[in-house]
């Protein structure tokens, strides 16, 4: 089970810290990533993390902006945000990914999300 925290409404400019419990066995085992899904639109990659958290991925719209980060012994992932963008509002996820290629996919479960509202 995954519950997604840490939403909000902020202007632009500002930042946020999402956090992802994720319940269970082998969490460290699994790269984990979250994804967002904007108010009428597919759901999109936003960042990924290896298992060990040694090595980050990031979609083009937020890398230099975001830093996705974990912390295994606690079954947690992070999403720092920073200098936030009306376009970044959307419901955030998190979920186990994997990669085919050059693109992420998710492969686990889904929690209920958390609500970014980024205002101009």
């Known amino acids: 089970q995954l519950v997604e925290s840490g939403g909000g409404l902020v202007q632009a400019g500002d930042s946020l810290r999402l956090s992802c419990a994720a319940s269970?066995?082998?969490?460290?085992?699994?790269?984990m990533g979250w994804f967002r899904r904007p108010l009428g639109k597919k759901r999109e990659f936003v960042a990924a993390i290896s298992p060990s958290g040694d090595n980050t991925y990031y979609a083009d719209s937020t890398e230099g902006r975001f830093t996705v980060s974990r912390e295994n012994d606690k079954n947690i992932l992070y999403l720092q945000m920073n200098n936030l963008r009306p376009e970044d509002t959307a419901i955030y996820y998190c979920?186990?990914?994997?990669?085919?290629?050059?693109?992420?996919?998710?492969?686990?479960?889904w929690g209920q999300g958390t609500q970014v509202t980024v205002s101009s």
């Open positions: 979920t186990a990914v994997d990669l085919y290629r050059t693109t992420w996919y998710p492969i686990g479960s």
């Open positions: 269970g066995p082998n969490f460290s085992d699994y790269q």
